[in-house]
């Protein structure tokens, strides 16, 4: 089945930029979702189809898609955006949604 | 506004059954495919099943083939998870979630969860 890989934790101080990577085989050709789940909170969807935020989800939230690594940045960190962040691709061969392993952000 | 709300999880036993149920208010339910899906202490999130908006066709992640039957009653704005046969790897928050289909499939809105532990 096919495999999304993140970085376990990232951290970022205050006011800076979070990149949180999501590897997979040729990512890029897939449409990548996000999500957000701050402890004991159920998930959260901030990007969805690789670029789009849903309604009221910040602009600080985008995100991109290229090769083998999809990209979640948060600009302008607060520490509010501290969590949980997963991504999450459609295995069309398996027909079966799939998630990234998940990274925890940390603002310092 | 959308508003999911799981019950029924609790303590269960080794090979015994539970049943879920996600109360949906705040959109037309019928409208919509919906999804279970689960977290186990401290791991990442699994996708568990889907139904469509009419019933007619239903998906399961293959751990719980034969064991899991998703269904629900839209009259009653209601999804359920009867699981059965549970094994101590099923131990999990489980979500009912708003499936959607934009470029590919995502799910858009998630309730709190609710706890299932499987135990002697």
């Known amino acids: 089945s096919y495999v999304l890989t993140q970085p376990p934790s990232v951290s970022v101080a205050p006011g800076q930029t979070a990149r949180i990577t999501c590897g997979g085989n040729?990512?890029?050709?897939?449409?990548v979702h996000w999500y957000q789940q701050k402890p004991g909170q159920a998930p959260v969807l901030v990007v969805y189809?690789?670029?789009d935020r849903p309604s009221g989800i910040p602009e600080r939230f985008s995100g991109s898609n290229s090769g083998n690594t999809a990209t979640l940045t948060i600009s302008r960190v607060e520490a509010g955006d501290e969590a949980d962040y997963y991504c999450q691709v459609w295995d069309s061969i398996s027909d079966r949604g799939v998630f990234g392993t998940g990274t925890k952000v940390t603002v310092l | 506004e959308v508003h999911l709300v799981e019950s029924g999880g609790g303590l269960v036993q080794p090979g015994g059954s539970l049943r879920l149920s996600c109360a949906a208010s705040?959109?037309?339910?019928?409208?919509?495919?919906m999804s279970w899906l689960r977290q186990a202490p401290g791991k990442g999130l699994e996708w568990v099943a889907t139904i469509e908006g009419d019933g007619s066709e239903k998906k399961f992640v293959d751990s719980v083939k034969g064991r899991f039957t998703i269904s629900r009653d839209n009259a009653k704005k209601s999804l359920f998870l009867q699981m059965n046969s549970l094994r101590a790897e099923d131990t999990a928050v489980y979500f009912c979630?708003?499936?959607?289909?934009?470029?590919?499939?995502?799910?858009?809105?998630w309730g709190q969860g609710t706890l299932v532990t499987v135990s002697s």
């Open positions: 189809d690789n670029i």
């Open positions: 040729n990512i890029g050709s897939k449409v």
């Open positions: 705040g959109f037309t339910f019928s409208d919509y495919s």
């Open positions: 979630a708003r499936y959607v289909l934009t470029r590919t499939f995502h799910f858009d809105y």
